[in-house]
């Protein structure tokens, strides 16, 4: 059988499977890559197949090969194009640029079809940048999970799973910053280092705040 062959065949097991869209937005189901990728690649390995991405900043391309054999490979390819997610950083946007490139390439080869209409591009029609900026005018830890909630209670399940990720990877980095300059006071100090003693956390969770001398000479006798 040769690699076209193969690949229809990998196409024919893999569309009579019952594959489940676990994908949502506006209330509507789609696929994401995890929903149809790991069933793929079991096929792949069944049909002697490897498929392998790459990308360049012009070009996403997917390139499949046959593992048992020298046929000449299957190569599909697309522009690489952007995201421009409103107050994501620029790693954040290539790496949800890179998701929505594999979802489509893999899709492509495996002829999985769906109309654009219940893609999750479409969260571009929510505007996350007022909650990113409140998210980092809060003062406390405390604000920062508030504008989080209310970000997400907002987007009411309008963020892929990219997306999403990359918010709360954006959260972390606001919640290191805050507690390094956060103080903790007598009681909540006093809670964490029975925490810390009966195992439940380490240190270094404590000494992400800014302790002072006392404080720091009472963690390091525990």
Known sequence: MNIYGKLQSVRVELHGM???KT????GKAFFEM??????AIVLFEKYKLCGVCSFTPELATLTINSTDDDSAPIVITSPFGSC???????????GATVTYQRRYLWMTALDIIE??????????????????TTME?????????????????????????????????KKNDLAKTLTANEPLSAERFASA??????????????????????QKQELDAV
Do not use: C, R, W
Not at 139 to 165: F, Q, R, S, W, Y
């Open 137 to 169: 005018s809060a003062k406390t830890l405390v604000e920062l999970n508030a504008a989080h909630k209310a970000l997400v209670i907002a987007a009411n399940g309008a963020m892929d799973k990219a997306t999403d990720k990359a918010v709360t990877q």
């Open 18 to 20: 019952k594959l489940e």
């Open 115 to 132: 109309h654009d209409g219940i893609d999750a591009t479409a969260f571009d029609e929510f505007d996350i940048a007022p909650y990113i």
């Open 193 to 214: 280092l029975s925490k810390v003693t009966s195992g439940e956390i380490t240190k270094d969770k404590v000494l992400m705040y800014a302790l002072s001398d006392t």
């Open 84 to 94: 421009d997610l409103k107050a994501m950083h620029v790693v954040q946007n290539i």
């Open 34 to 39: 995890g929903d149809f990728l790991p069933s």
């Open 23 to 26: 994908g949502k937005n506006n």
